[in-house]
């Protein structure tokens, strides 16, 4: 016998999840049709949303995801980092270099957790809270690369990408994939050449190792 679930909940969220996907908003009007349902039940919904501020709608009633959505998104970062602080320990060691997760936030990458080495070769210094536009450095990139194969493994499956951390440094990343509501990435920085491949399939390990412990 299937569960019982709730349809208005499971409607509720879907909205949710329509506009996760539409950052420049959609109407009522859009929702309905593209959830196939009754225009007067999605208001009711979008109302009910926008009161718990899971949503807003703007002067040009395009509705877009509200703060609480947001601060919710921020309880996720202590997960996220209890999951992966191991792994990145295990692979700032074996590298040699310095590790780190960052999330996707707007247009944004920002770092979560940075995992230093233990070993006494110098390295890039890197700290929690740093943030850079998806489409600058290896964290965001690996992100966007992501969203342009829907979410399904690329080749080779990481991105090297120069870093703004310190001149002549540059990262290796490969994104989370296949783990529901998080954007997320992890690679290391590197101050000098390494080889890349190798490198890469290590980061790329150990990206899958923290997508199976969050699912």
Known sequence: MAAETSQTLDRGLRVLELLADAPEGLTVTEIAAKLAIARTVVYRLVVTLEQHAMLRRGSDGRCRLGMAILSLGR?????LRDAAV??????????GATAYLSVAD??????????EPNRPEPTVPYRVG????LDRGAAGRSLLAAR???GQPFEPGWIIAPSDAAPGAYGIAAPLLGVPGIEAALGVITASEVAADEVGQRVLRTAGEVSRALR
């Open 75 to 79: 309880q996720v970062q202590p997960v």
């Open 86 to 95: 191991p792994a990145l320990r295990r692979l700032a060691d074996t590298v």
């Open 106 to 115: 707007g247009n944004d990458a920002v770092s979560v957790a940075v995992v």
């Open 130 to 133: 740093v943030r850079a536009p």
């Open 148 to 150: 342009a194969s829907g």
